[in-house]
């Protein structure tokens, strides 16, 4: 059934879509994947950032009371302070060493005992903090010194840099964790370089601490995402994977899927894929080509060339049955209006129509167009009306079948018999061809009381003053049947099939 089977779009158009709509929801998702561990590997910086600011300030909350006890000391004798000082160290565990300062001036540590070196406060960050790359007793090993100072009294407590160190290295882990303090910082290494923090390019988090001059920053080096996904998300990438093929496979399937059938109707018709076929209808007593009805057919790409019936109660539907009608008509003048001139007696050219067409006026224009492409009075035109779906008489279907009886179109009541018009609608609409349904000629030659019908038929339009059409005559007996019993057209597979345009002309000229 050509209804069911869309090719709407290009084959190139439909692999598009299908593709795209398996990739696009996997491209989505990866995105979003990519957002989602950009988010989470910035939550873990945030808090590694956090967790080792704590630290740093726990330790040297620890360093910092050693120097507030020693600051009273400074001034007085080394020898009287020396026990004090090594006192702290052993007190307290990150001190790794103490001194006395009097006037910028080191003269007591817990280390030599009396001892001179000169002491620049511009060394100290904030006056506060000096981060060192090691003491000429232990050189190359970190080293923080915490300075407390009043007025001329001074005390120096030291931290050693392998507890920094480690906080970096076990907080840190997978994180890159650095401590700056002024233009120093110390990497997890243990080593202390100069010069601004280098930037951590992903995720990176900067606190300082609100008690002591240092900051640290916590941050990951460049591809950190790609990595982190690769190691985290492969389950989640199977499962894109595989939404991707299934909404690939639904869009697939739902383009191969049938449309409406008006959609598909318009596309069919905006191609041009109906087109006519020409039945010959012949004189009762001549057998002489009287003229031919034209029969719709779908030329369909897929299907191949489908009936009328399958697809005229959708067209009638969807209100397309007009200007496929129209494209019908206009395809047929296009055929026989160049030969027009040589049919010698009015050819009659029957043109199905439904009661759809009567609804308004635009059937009159239609006819004027396709008579105005014939030769003068080369033709007759007749609507063949269907009697199984007849229209209700209104002042327009008056209008209108008046119009056209203006124009000289003739009216034909098609199947005739099958229906239940009655001798009154005959006349309102002024009907000029009655056509016989094929039932009705398959039963000559059968019992008598379907014979009585026939006749009936055939006496009842004689009696009318009707011209009459018999359809579906495909023998001899028929033919002479009817013949014998005046009726003045034949129409059948006895004198020809439905036939292409082509042959149509081909076959009228050997008539
Ligand atoms: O021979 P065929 O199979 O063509 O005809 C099948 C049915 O379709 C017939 O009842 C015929 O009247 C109808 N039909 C054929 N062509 C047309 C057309 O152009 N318009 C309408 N409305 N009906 C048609
Ligand atoms: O419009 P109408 O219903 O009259 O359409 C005529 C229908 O009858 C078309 O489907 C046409 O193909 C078909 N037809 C025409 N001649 C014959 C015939 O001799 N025998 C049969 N069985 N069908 C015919
Ligand atoms: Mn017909």
Redesign the pocket.
């Known amino acids: 059934m050509p209804l069911t089977v869309k090719s709407r779009r290009k084959r190139s158009t439909r692999i598009a879509v299908t593709v795209l709509s398996g990739v696009l929801p996997v491209l989505l998702g990866f995105a979003i994947l990519y957002m989602q561990a950009g988010r989470a590997l910035q939550q873990s910086t945030e808090q590694t950032a956090d967790e080792a600011l704590r630290q740093f300030n726990l330790m040297l909350d620890n360093t910092a009371e050693a120097a507030r006890v020693l600051l009273p000391l400074a001034g007085n004798s080394c020898n009287d302070a020396t026990l004090a000082l090594r006192e702290q160290v052993t007190r307290r565990p990150f001190v790794r060493s103490t001194n006395l300062v009097y006037d910028n001036n080191l003269y007591c540590s817990s280390l030599f005992g009396e001892h001179q070196e000169k002491v620049n406060p511009g060394d100290y960050t904030q006056g506060q903090l000096w981060l060192m790359n090691g003491n000429p007793v232990t050189p190359n090993t970190a080293l923080l010194v915490y300075r407390l100072s009043d007025e001329k009294k001074g005390a120096l407590t030291t931290l050693d840099g392998y507890h920094l160190s480690n906080v970096l290295r076990l907080i840190g882990r997978q994180t890159s964790l650095l401590l700056q303090v002024g233009n120093h910082w110390l990497a997890a290494d243990g080593k202390v370089r100069d010069g601004a923090l280098p930037v951590l390019p992903v995720a990176q988090s900067v606190r300082v601490s609100k008690q002591y001059a240092f900051t640290v920053a916590a941050g990951f080096p460049e591809g950190e995402t790609w990595r982190y996904m690769s190691s985290e998300y492969p389950p989640l990438f199977s499962l894109l994977i595989f939404f991707g093929v299934v909404s690939g496979s639904i869009g697939h399937i739902l383009q191969k899927r049938a449309s409406s059938p008006s959609v598909e109707l318009q596309r069919a018709l905006e191609a041009g894929e ?1 087109i ?2 020409f ?1 010959p209808v012949v004189h009762g007593d001549t057998k002489k080509w009287s003229g031919a ?5 779908w030329s369909h790409p897929k299907e191949g060339l489908v ?3 399958l697809f ?1 109660p959708f ?2 539907h969807s209100g397309l ?1 007009v200007p ?2 129209r494209s ?1 008509m206009q395809q047929t003048a296009a055929l026989l209006a160049p030969i027009s001139a040589s049919f010698d007696s009015p050819f009659h050219i029957g ?4 009661a759809s ?1 009567c609804q308004d006026l635009e059937l009159v224009e239609d006819c004027r167009t396709f008579l105005g492409a014939f030769a003068p009075d080369s033709i007759s035109l007749v609507l ?1 009306l ?1 009697e199984r779906e007849l229209i209700e008489p209104t002042a327009l279907t008056h209008q209108l079948f008046e119009q056209l009886h203006g124009l000289g179109v003739m009216i034909a009541i ?2 005739f018999g099958t229906g239940h018009s009655s001798l009154g609608y005959l006349r309102q609409f002024n009907v000029d061809f009655l056509k016989i349904d094929q039932s009705f000629v398959a039963m000559i030659g059968a019992d008598a009381l379907s014979r009585h019908i026939l006749d009936s038929i055939i006496e009842l339009s004689a009696k009318l003053d009707l011209g009459i059409v018999a359809e579906g005559v495909e023998t001899q007996e028929q033919s002479d049947y009817l013949t014998a019993h005046n009726v003045n057209f034949l129409q059948g597979y006895l004198f020809g099939r ?1 036939m292409p345009g082509a042959d149509f002309i081909n076959a009228l000229s050997h008539h």
């Open positions: 109906f006519p076929y039945q009805e034209v029969l719709m057919r009936r009328p019936d005229i067209a009638e049955i496929m009608t019908l043109i199905n129509i439904t067409h063949e269907t098609d199947d439905p």
